[in-house]
């Protein structure tokens, strides 16, 4: 099945511990992406990746950091979480580019 | 940069009423326009999208969405609701720069029965 998967779905952390959110496809897609959803915010993109080693900032990328070293694999790493970065988070992937993303289930992330 | 905005962040609705989420963007170039359904607990679905060519563009279960360009809206449509419809939509546009693609703040549909 074609499809994003990101882990873990649900995760608790404290502030400042080092966690990263792991994001696979299985599509040979090209282009990767990172979203936060907050409520009345909408999602706001904060890294995105248009092939292996080319990422770039989205409109939120402060305190985040992401790796392209394989096609299939984005992970975002948070170096030192803080509770303003508590969140619904999303991955994306999409073959071309302004063909669609598709999105993985989310992680619900708690930094306390 | 491009911007999206949902005029409506709530959106109740009887059973089997037809309903209009709005959406407008701003942008100084071309764009690419898109709907997506979050149903609850799930991440997005693609709904429907604008590329070019006719500029009103339809999904599979009923849902439809027109580009007017000289109002720079793309309001999403469908003629008649039901309850697996309840969800949150949201509006997005993309330049075609790269794959910044930027959200609206979402609307809610609820359907009453």
């Known amino acids: 099945e074609a499809q994003v998967t990101q882990n873990p779905r649900y995760l608790i952390t404290v502030t400042g511990k080092k966690l990263t959110v792991t994001c696979s496809q299985n599509?040979?897609?090209?282009?990767m992406s990172w979203y936060r959803q907050d409520p009345g915010l909408g999602l706001r993109q904060i890294y995105y990746s248009m092939n292996v080693e080319v990422t770039d900032k989205g409109d939120v990328p402060e305190g985040y950091k992401v790796s392209r070293k394989e096609k299939r694999n984005f992970p975002l790493i948070l170096e030192s979480p803080s509770p303003n970065q508590t969140s619904l988070y999303f991955c994306?992937?999409?073959?071309?580019?302004?063909?669609?993303?598709?999105f993985g289930s989310g992680t619900r992330l708690t930094v306390v | 940069a491009q911007s999206v905005t949902q005029l409506d962040s709530q959106v109740p609705v009887f059973e089997e009423a037809p309903v209009e989420l709005r959406c407008n963007y701003s942008?100084?170039?071309?764009?690419?326009l898109f709907w997506y359904v979050q149903y609850p607990n799930q991440g997005l679905q693609l709904l429907l999208k604008y590329l070019s060519g006719s500029t009103l563009v339809e999904s599979i279960n009923g849902f439809e969405a027109e580009f007017n360009k000289s109002q720079t809206s793309f309001h999403l449509r469908k003629p008649s609701v039901h309850i697996s419809d309840t969800a949150e939509y949201f509006c997005?546009?993309?330049?075609?720069?790269?794959?910044?693609?930027?959200f609206g703040q979402g609307t809610r549909l609820t359907i009453n029965p």
């Open positions: 997005a546009v993309s330049d075609g720069q790269a794959q910044k693609l930027v």
């Open positions: 994306a992937s999409s073959p071309k580019i302004n063909y669609g993303y598709t």
């Open positions: 942008s100084s170039v071309s764009v690419y």
């Open positions: 599509m040979n897609h090209e282009y």
